[in-house]
């Protein structure tokens, strides 16, 4: 009888890249084996976590069933900062999306859109595969764990969020700079030390054998 065996952290990380990066193209399967290998590893606490997908999913709702197709906004929490990007009619409205958000207690918004007409569909797919390049380049470059790091990317504009070293931050930005097709890259990173626990290096495993 064969034995099973477990995949190896390589294999989840690359599952996890895959889910987080690719949207209705995937099974569920690999969607939750992703989810947990991000959650696993994420610096947030499990609570702020749950936070922040209520209030990206809270926040988008209002907002589509205020404006519907009249404005193109994509909501991305992190820690409770919230990173809004995209596209509307004029500065009111973008000024109005921005309570909107804020209407949640506790957050900071980060209103990044765009008085412009709406991209279109062609664009939208060309940020999306500047968002997936910038991850796998990530994990090609092995200089930090990629899952720490969200990307998004807006009229070719990448912007950088997570809880990270200043080494960190510092290799993202250098890889998604070198990126083709991205225009500029923008940090909305929450900064850690090395020798914070949150962001403390991993142990080696024959240390933690000894304890």
């Known amino acids: ?25 995937i099974q569920m399967a690999v969607v939750g084996v ?3 290998v991000v959650s696993a590893v994420d610096r ?11 209030i990206e999913l809270r926040a988008t709702n209002r907002v589509s069933e205020r404006f519907s ?23 009111n409205i973008k000024m109005e999306i921005e309570k909107i958000v804020t209407s949640t207690p506790n957050v900071r918004v ?4 765009q008085v412009a007409g709406l991209a279109s569909l062609t664009s939208r797919a060309s940020d999306a595969t500047i968002t997936g390049t910038v991850k796998a ?15 998004v990317t ?4 990448v912007y950088l969020m997570g809880m ?28 850690c030390k090395p020798t914070d626990a949150v962001c403390a290096p991993p142990k080696p495993k024959a240390e933690e054998q000894k304890k």
Request: hydrophobic share 45%.
């Open 137 to 151: 380049r990530f994990l090609d470059a092995g200089k930090f764990n990629p899952l720490l790091v969200k990307v």
């Open 1 to 25: 009888m064969k034995k099973n065996r477990r995949p190896s952290f390589q294999l989840l990380l690359v599952l996890a890249l895959l889910a987080v990066s690719l949207q209705g193209c």
């Open 164 to 191: 990270v070293t200043e080494s960190e931050a510092a290799a993202a930005v250098e890889i998604a700079r070198k990126t083709s097709g991205v225009r500029k890259v923008v940090k909305v990173f929450e900064s």
């Open 44 to 54: 947030r606490t499990t609570g702020a976590q749950i936070d922040d997908e209520g």
């Open 69 to 91: 197709d009249k404005v193109h906004v994509n909501i991305t929490s992190y820690n409770r900062s919230v990173l809004v990007t995209g596209e509307v009619p004029n500065e």
């Open 154 to 157: 807006e009229a070719s504009v």
């Open 34 to 36: 992703g989810a947990a």
């Open 110 to 113: 980060i209103n990044e859109l």
